[in-house]
């Protein structure tokens, strides 16, 4: 029970810091991005290397 309570607060800050870095147009570039991805893995590509740079372009994306 404790356990969770601390879980669940994590969870809350991490989506308040998250919800500060998230634009309406950023998230669309990283929907974009994903479902990119998600086609270049049903076309066979490399599973591991296409989540690898999605990863970085998500990054990427919430940095700038």
């Known amino acids: ?18 919800a500060k870095m998230l634009t309406p147009y950023k998230t669309e570039l990283i929907f974009k991005k994903a479902n990119d991805a998600i086609m270049q ?8 290397l296409v989540l690898f740079n999605l990863s970085l372009s998500v990054r990427n994306t919430l940095a700038s």
């Open 41 to 48: 893995i049903e076309r066979n590509a490399n599973a591991k």
């Open 1 to 18: 029970t404790e356990l969770a309570k601390t879980a669940f607060a994590d969870e809350n800050v991490f989506l308040e810091k998250l």
